[in-house]
Each structure stands twice: as structure tokens, then as C-alpha cells.
């Protein structure tokens, strides 16, 4: 595993054929995993500090997560 955040990163990630996850994509595994009990407070802070996603993907995380009320 590797773990990046860069545009040229993933463009050779993808022409060598790899898997790419993205940040939102690590978190919805944690979660599923049970590496880590809750995603939601991750998401507000992450949000907070002007990471942008739309709210029906904020919404959908939290409905594949099980936290959605």
C-alpha cells in the first residue's frame, strides 16, 4: 500500500494498471473493517478545513457506514 495525494502519482498508479482509493475511500474501509468506530466526525473536521464533497456523497458514506440517522 501506498498512500499519496498527488495528481502525476495517480496517473502513473493508473497506467501501471494499480488499484487507486481515494481519502473518502481509505475512511469507508476503516470503517468497515472496524479499524475505526466512527467516519462521520472525521468527515465534519475533514470538511471543516475545506476538503469539498457534495452532501448527497456525504449522505451516501454515512448511509454505507451505518450512521446515518
Do not use: C, H, V, W
Not at 501501471?16 to 468497515?32: D, S
Amino acid at each position: 500500500m501506498l498512500i499519496i495525494d498527488e495528481k502525476k502519482a495517480r496517473q502513473i498508479a493508473k497506467d501501471m494498471e494499480l488499484k487507486i482509493t481515494g481519502t473518502l475511500g481509505i475512511l469507508i474501509e476503516a470503517k468497515l473493517r472496524g479499524k475505526i468506530k466512527t467516519i462521520k466526525p472525521i468527515l465534519d473536521t475533514m470538511l471543516d478545513s475545506g476538503f469539498r464533497i457534495s452532501d448527497i456523497l456525504y449522505k451516501d458514506i454515512l448511509r454505507k457506514t451505518n450512521e446515518l440517522n
